[in-house]
């Protein structure tokens, strides 16, 4: 009877120690695999050079892209997925959590700032007026696109701004929104519409690409911001502590110079 009850518990023990170890094993082993990486979701529309767009090989690059990256690295993330999402459906699909930030050349505004919070600003842009290049409409203020068509993308503070004048103050100007800005360049080029709305830089960008050029510019002094989930203030600390630091550092001024030339 004792004989028994001892030959018990040594089995008892030893099953114990064996389904522990291997519970053990398991945990360990799941932390090394490629399955269990870091990966930081990136949303971004690549409609928008040089920031993010789409190269000769089809993938989506910029400078939004790299400083991502960077700052990806810095916190302590494996790699960044980038998802290619209209500009109209990025705070959507932050707000759904199909993406952990958006990197797109995204404005900081007061109604953004109730759906999602923002890093510190990382780059300053005003507006520009994009015509045909040595057309005879030559717009160099709103005042000059009453009774045009105006191309802009859906979403954008461009869009914003025109609906303001139209709703607002009583211009008369046709609003067409496209779900991206290359859409609305081409359709610029082609006739479609007499001008298109654009972020200064990148109409710089869209200068050297396509027969266009900027004819005004409309003093908006926007910054753009990362923006994360309102709330994840865990997020949001560490990527404005990384950006703080990146913004000090020789790479930064890298990365100004790879995409905009001169720093
Ligand atoms: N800065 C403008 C805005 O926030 C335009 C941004 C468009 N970005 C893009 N990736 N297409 O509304």
């Known amino acids: 009877m004792c004989l028994l009850n001892k030959s018990l518990l040594l089995a008892i023990i030893v099953i114990i120690i064996i389904v522990v170890g291997a519970g053990l094993y398991l945990q360990l082993a799941g932390q090394v695999t490629p399955a269990e990486k870091k990966i930081l979701r990136v949303g971004t529309s690549p409609d928008f050079p040089p920031f993010e767009y789409i190269d000769e090989q089809g993938n989506i690059v910029g400078f939004d892209i790299d400083m991502v990256r960077e700052l990806a690295k810095m916190i302590g993330y494996d790699d960044i997925e980038i998802v290619s999402i209209d500009f109209e459906g990025l705070i959507p699909a932050l707000q759904q959590g199909q993406i952990d930030v958006i990197a797109a050349g995204m404005t900081i505004t007061e109604e953004r700032e109730q759906q999602v919070d ?64 290359v859409l609305a360049v081409t359709d610029l080029v082609n006739g479609r519409v007499d001008a298109v709305m654009v972020d200064l830089p990148v109409a710089r960008m869209f200068e050297k690409q396509y027969n266009v050029q900027i004819s005004g510019i409309v003093e908006t002094g926007e910054k753009y911001g990362l923006a994360v989930r309102k709330g994840n203030t865990e997020l949001l600390n560490k990527l404005n502590d990384a950006l703080t630091q990146l913004m000090q550092s020789d790479k930064w001024d890298q990365l100004v110079q790879k995409y905009f030339g001169q720093g």
Do not use: H, M, R
């Open 118 to 181: 923002f890093t510190i600003p990382y780059w300053e842009a005003d507006q520009a007026i994009l015509v045909v290049k040595d057309s005879c409409f030559q717009p160099e203020s709103p005042d000059d696109l009453v009774g045009k068509v105006v191309g802009v993308q859906t979403g954008t503070t461009a869009e914003s701004y025109l609906t303001d004048l139209v709703e607002n103050q009583g211009y008369d100007i046709t609003i067409k929104s496209y779900s991206s800005y």
